[in-house]
Nanobody
Framework: QVQLVESGGQLVQAGGSLRLSCAASGRIDSRHTMGWFRQAPGKEREFVAGFSRWSALYTYNPYYADSVKGRFTISSDTAKNTVYLQMDSLKPEDTAVYYC?????????????????WGQGTQVTVSS
């Protein structure tokens, strides 16, 4: 069983920065895909960023949604089994609940249905 726990969400002013963390535990295959998604009230869950890991040493280039490209950065610390989402130049439209997810696709998928495990989410609110 895999567990994902997000943290780091909070209220921040527009133009500010936040770093979200996703701690993973359990049996995780060395080949997997990690993704960050977000869901705003009344909207569908949307892909934010992700990467595919093919081995303990090799991580495929990360992929970003156009709306966050150049502002958000996904990274990981394999020793801590933790994935991060560094969010800079935040905008009010970035306000949402942010989720991390684990899947087994070979390349990064932007579709929620391709991910098998999800965290509980962390709220990010950006004030104008």
């Amino acid at each position: 069983q895999v567990q994902l726990v997000e943290s780091g969400g909070q209220l921040v002013q527009a133009g500010g920065s936040l770093r979200l963390s996703c701690a993973a535990s359990g049996r995780i295959d060395s080949r997997h895909t990690m993704g960050w998604f977000r869901q705003a009230p009344g909207k569908e869950r949307e892909f934010v960023a992700g990467f595919s890991r093919w081995s303990a040493l090799y991580t495929y280039n990360p992929y970003y949604a156009d709306s966050v490209k150049g502002r958000f950065t996904i990274s990981s610390d394999t020793a801590k089994n933790t994935v991060y989402l560094q969010m800079d130049s935040l905008k009010p439209e970035d306000t949402a609940v942010y989720y991390c997810a684990l899947g087994s696709t070979v390349i990064v998928s932007t579709l929620p249905r391709d991910y098998d495990y999800w965290g509980q989410g962390t709220q990010v609110t950006v004030s104008s």
